[in-house]
């Protein structure tokens, strides 16, 4: 893998466990950015990873030498992505707009952003593919259609800069350990009802999803950083995705969930990027930077929710 790595927006989920999975392998010297950096420096602490990186607020990015640098600002739970409306557009614009300048000055970083299976827009009746095209609604977008574009945006602009080694990671679904169980997604619906011994309402509508394992993650980054320079964009995935039916079933049958089948609109699971039946990609160009997904979404989901659940 390449040498020094910083990362924007360390103290999101998503970055806290892959700099579990970093100190794990007896990587140091990472450069964290953070807005709280008390905050980071205490989770460090808790977490005794003291000696796997250094804290920093993020006007800082800039003053230190670097090799590749990770983007994880963004925002990581649906309720409050719809709450915020059009000023993700301006997040996530700033803090692309913050790595894309240091990259003049250094065009040999790499650069790993961050973004969403969103950014294909309103297409997921069918699970995407390398033929997909994104759809918005441009004459009539939604609260919920700013997410995508906003991710849309940043990678059309990575586009634009093909000399640059610029990879865009479109994560579809994720679930650790860590998750914030207060967080409204399904899973963590579902992991909310089994640890009160609640019922879960949901719907009868299918779908299906695919759920990243936090180490399948770590080695999906790590394969990027490690292949030859690239401009792409790449799909996230696991070794395969998992309908409703079997997610709920095995959540029964293993931890005992409750769950009921009601109407769309009493199941109340906030909406923030459009209806996805199938919100999952084919797209394997993953597998040209040489990823192999250890778990499936199912073996994934069972091992992070037992840990979750002690």
Not at 67 to 84: E, S
């Amino acid at each position: 893998m390449t040498g020094q790595i910083a990362i924007l927006g360390a103290s999101s989920r998503i970055a806290k466990d892959l700099i579990g999975s970093f100190a794990a392998e007896g990587r140091d010297g990472l450069l964290l950015y953070v807005r709280d950096v008390a905050a980071m420096s205490d989770w460090l602490r808790l977490q005794d990873f003291v000696g796997v990186g250094s804290v920093h607020p993020y006007e800082r990015y800039g003053s230190q030498s670097h090799d590749a640098v990770l983007n994880f600002v963004g925002v990581g739970d649906p309720k409050r992505a719809a709450a915020m409306g059009t000023a993700i557009l301006e997040l996530t614009q700033r803090f692309d707009d913050l790595v894309l300048a240091q990259l003049e000055r250094h065009p040999e970083r790499r650069y790993v952003f961050m973004s969403s299976g969103a950014a294909y827009g309103n297409v997921f009746a069918e699970p995407a593919t390398r033929a997909t095209q994104a759809r918005l609604p441009i004459n009539g977008l939604g609260a919920h259609d700013f997410y995508a574009a906003a991710k849309l945006h940043a990678e059309v602009r990575h586009r634009a800069r093909p000399r640059n080694a610029i990879v865009d990671l479109r994560v579809f679904n994720y679930f650790s350990r860590h998750q914030d169980i207060d967080a409204r997604f399904f899973i963590t619906d579902i992991a909310r009802a089994i640890r009160d011994r609640s019922v879960l309402s949901t719907s009868a509508d299918s779908m299906v999803r695919d759920y990243l394992h936090p180490s399948d993650l770590h080695r999906l980054v790590a394969a990027i950083l490690k292949a030859p320079a690239a401009n792409a964009a790449v799909d996230c995935y696991s070794k395969a995705p998992v309908d409703k039916r079997a997610l709920l079933q095995a959540m029964t049958d293993r931890f005992g969930l409750h769950f009921e089948i009601t109407s769309p609109d009493k199941a109340g699971i906030p909406n923030a990027t459009g209806e996805k039946a199938h919100y999952y990609s084919l797209n394997r160009a993953a597998e040209e930077f040489g990823y192999v997904p250890e778990w499936s979404s199912l073996e994934g989901i069972a091992i992070e929710m037992a840990a979750l659940l002690g």
